[in-house]
């Protein structure tokens, strides 16, 4: 069922979706499901696709408003300090790149040679991280766009499900405290009204948007609201606080956007290459899991942390998993960062090369 964005069908259908969505998520909040801001809307959202047995456009700014609040939080809690300690660490966290990025090629190969895509665009595919970014360079790459879109689709979404799964096992004792997440631990700046407060952070993540648009920063949606909120969050004069309810709520959207990102005739063309993407990746889950284990072990920095710091990709899931379980988000997205620049740095011109041989093969 495709209707018109502006229609009064289209309007239902949408609103249908979201009310279901909210019953079935506080259902499983009460029933103590895992992460259920974030995983029944995926799984929804999935369910919801299948059911129409088309690609189903949600609002774009269900995405954008969902991972805007989740950069928000995170820069409300990020520390300056952990980002220095984490320096320290350089190496260790190099050996767990390498390790991923090693992996991550071998996966790209191997569709390569058994799902009957093309080199470029398996490569591509297959790259941890950043995925939106890849799919946007695919084609001045030579790749096939759809191709990589479905694959790196295909990681992010099982990563999202996969992996706050794992990571609740390694939750800390302590119990989430539903308040609200101030920028400071220690109430000393003065308060302004809630409606002032969220005016100010919106305007802030919107702006961050617009400017990261113009210097194409990688992941755009998710690091333009964070670096433009962190320097707010430094600077202003004011405690600036963020509701539980808006986090649960940017969860939800967030949820729903990841589960129907699908197009049913592109899983159907490619169906071998997913079949053995799903495979790979759940492989390179496991490597990274004993990546982030032997981080821990190196460097005494909670598993919890390693691991989520670990994964290949899914920044906004697995800053949102790491938020609700209580662990170390500012080093886990220092950890993530990271590899992510070094990855968006040196990706284009292996992609390159690659393309250069495949090029000179069929000479």
């Known amino acids: 069922m495709n209707f018109s964005p502006f229609s009064y069908r289209y309007f239902l259908h949408i609103t249908i979706l979201f009310l279901f969505t909210i019953t079935l998520t506080f259902i499983g909040d009460g029933l103590n499901f895992p992460l259920p801001w974030l995983l029944i809307p995926v799984f929804v959202g999935i369910a919801w696709t299948f059911i129409n047995q088309k690609h189903q456009c949600l609002p774009k700014y ?18 300056f300090d952990t980002f220095t300690t984490a320096q320290s660490y350089f190496f260790p966290l190099l050996m767990c790149i390498v390790v991923t990025a090693s992996f991550s090629v071998l996966n790209g190969y191997l569709i390569y040679k058994f799902a009957d895509i093309d080199l470029s665009s398996s ?7 950043a995925g939106a970014s890849f799919v946007a360079m695919s084609e001045d790459m030579g790749g096939d766009t759809m191709a990589v879109a479905v694959l ?30 101030a920028t400071q631990s220690l109430n000393l700046l003065p308060s302004l009204p809630m409606p002032i407060n969220l005016i100010i952070i919106s305007s802030c993540a919107y702006i961050g948007i617009q400017i990261g648009k113009i210097i194409k920063l990688p992941s755009n949606l998710f690091l333009a609201p964070f670096l433009s909120c962190l320097l707010l969050f430094c600077f202003f004069p004011y405690e600036i606080t963020l509701p539980t309810s808006i986090f649960q709520g940017g969860l939800l959207l967030l949820g729903l956007s990841i589960g129907v990102k699908f197009e049913i005739q592109a899983l159907q063309k490619l169906l071998k290459a997913v079949l053995l993407q799903i495979v790979l990746v759940l492989i390179l889950i496991a490597v990274c899991f004993f990546c982030g284990y032997g981080f821990h072990l190196i460097t005494q920095v909670d598993t919890l942390t390693a691991f989520l710091g670990s994964t290949p990709g899914g920044l906004s899931s697995v800053m949102a998993t ?13 950890m993530q960062m990271t590899r992510m620049l070094l990855i968006l740095m040196l990706s284009p011109f292996f992609a390159t090369s690659l393309l250069k041989k495949e090029e000179n093969q069929h000479i």
Do not use: C, D, M, W
């Open 62 to 79: 269900f995405s954008v408003i969902g991972q805007a609040i989740l950069a928000i939080l995170t820069a409300s809690r990020f520390s």
């Open 322 to 334: 790491v938020i609700q379980l209580e662990g170390n988000s500012s080093f886990v997205l220092a």
């Open 152 to 181: 790196q689709y295909s990681r992010i979404l099982i990563v999202s499900v996969i992996v706050p799964i794992i990571a609740h096992f390694y939750k800390t004792p302590t119990p989430l405290i539903p308040v609200n997440i």
């Open 123 to 129: 490569f591509l595919g297959s790259i941890p991280g």
